[in-house]
């Protein structure tokens, strides 16, 4: 089982930042990637960011540019640093890594940008 812990949500005003953290713990070997997905109310969940433990990074087109995905692997935390938040932007955040073909999820933190 791999254990992830998320903090660093909030309400905050477009324009505005949060950073994200993500913490990984128990059988944390063999952990080939983590990344952070969203889900709005009546919306299905989407890939926000993604790092693999190689460093290869992904982002949705959506957050280009704003949002920046980063690892500490010493650590085995992930984090999200989101600039330039938008209203449309408000989801609960959800950490996610995969390991030996299994995908394990965060409790989720929610992250609300008011207009």
């Known amino acids: 089982q791999v254990h992830l812990v998320e903090s660093g949500g909030g309400l905050v005003q477009a324009g505005g930042s949060l950073r994200l953290s993500c913490a990984a713990s128990g059988r944390i070997f063999s952990i080939y990637g983590m990344g952070w997905y969203r889900q709005a109310p009546g919306k299905q969940r989407e890939l926000v960011a993604g790092?693999?433990?190689?460093?290869?990074?992904n982002y949705a087109d959506t957050v280009k540019g704003r949002f920046t995905i980063s690892g500490d692997n010493a650590k085995i935390t992930v984090y999200l640093q989101m600039n330039s938040l938008k209203p449309e932007d408000t989801a609960v955040y959800y950490c996610?890594?995969?390991?030996?073909?299994?995908?394990?999820w965060g409790q989720g933190t929610q992250v609300t940008v008011s207009s």
């Open positions: 790092i693999t433990s190689s460093g290869i990074i």
């Open positions: 996610n890594a995969g390991r030996l073909g299994v995908h394990y």
